[in-house]
């Protein structure tokens, strides 16, 4: 599987962005999906994560009721909604495709995208 991350950029505090991962491969529906961070500085983190069929997402606490993960297995692509932006949200977005679930332990992902960068300025 091949992972494509995209729509970061740059957003005021309180905006919103949707950061989109398309994969390649036909057995994407079979993968549980994840997306991580990485601020300047510190160590990759998780973000949330979504059962291969939708049915269940996972968030860390930092981001629950501001962050909202999907999927379109039609589409190869799982997506990342994020709204009411903080400065401490800034960083390196990552999508991931686990085999063993939606864990939220990145030893758990088998394959990794290339990160998009999200900015929030206060």
């Known amino acids: 599987v091949q992972l494509q991350a995209s729509g970061g950029g740059l957003v005021q505090a309180g905006g919103s962005l949707r950061l989109s991962c398309a994969a390649s491969g036909r057995t994407f529906s079979s993968y549980a999906m994840g997306w991580f961070r990485q601020a300047p500085g510190k160590e990759r983190e998780f973000v949330a994560s979504i059962t291969w069929s939708g049915s269940s997402t996972y968030y860390a606490d930092s981001v629950k009721g501001r962050f909202t993960i999907s999927r379109d297995n039609a589409k190869n692509t799982v997506y990342l909604q994020m709204n009411s932006l903080k400065p401490e949200d800034t960083a390196v977005y990552y999508c991931?495709?686990?085999?063993?679930?939606?864990?939220?332990?990145?030893?758990?992902?088998?394959?990794w995208g290339q990160g998009t960068l999200v900015t929030v300025s206060s």
């Open positions: 991931a495709a686990s085999p063993r679930g939606a864990t939220p332990f990145q030893y758990g992902y088998n394959y």
